[in-house]
């Protein structure tokens, strides 16, 4: 009986899921046109760096706007520390965690403590709700920390 219950259970899971981020999308107001990325300028990918990072964040095509409002074409950064996941269109970055930092204010750089090693650093992109605008609005840089 379990088993005759497996594929209808796991269609109609992976259909919500299907039908969430369509949704999201259109209630979201995740539009992207081709001049709109996110981008480090400081630090570098492949940057030798101290245990203490100054990251300087950019972003083109889009407005830095506080967290709140949902508001086309804007958004605020979220950094990602280390993060295995990376975030598609209507995904909402994750909390509660000292690898997903949330940049709610508007803020366009911080200082970060990396232990020795290389770290990947991602700049995420996100609306005022922190709904991700995915792959096109995200930046991924390597550094190795001293």
């Not at 300028?41 to 245990?51: F, S, W």
């Not at 995904?91 to 930092?101: C, F, I, N, W």
């Not at 609306?127 to 840089?141: L, P, Q």
């Amino acid at each position: 009986m379990r088993l005759n219950l497996a594929l209808p259970i796991f269609i109609l899971f992976s259909s919500v899921g299907y039908v969430h981020n369509v949704l999201a999308n259109d209630y979201y107001n995740i539009k992207q046109s081709p001049e709109q990325r996110v981008y480090f300028i400081e630090p570098k990918d492949g940057a030798v760096v101290g245990n203490e990072v100054k990251v300087v964040m950019g972003v083109q095509g889009m407005e830095i706007k506080p967290a709140g409002a949902v508001v086309e074409n804007t958004g605020h950064h979220h950094l990602l520390i280390d993060a295995q996941q990376q975030l598609n269109v209507g995904e909402a970055v994750p909390t509660g965690s000292d690898k997903h930092l949330h940049f709610g204010k508007g803020q366009t750089e911080t200082l970060i403590k990396l232990a020795p090693g290389t770290h990947t650093l991602t700049l995420q992109f996100a609306n005022g709700a922190h709904v991700s605008y995915g792959e096109k609005m995200r930046s991924t840089i390597s550094v190795n920390a001293k």
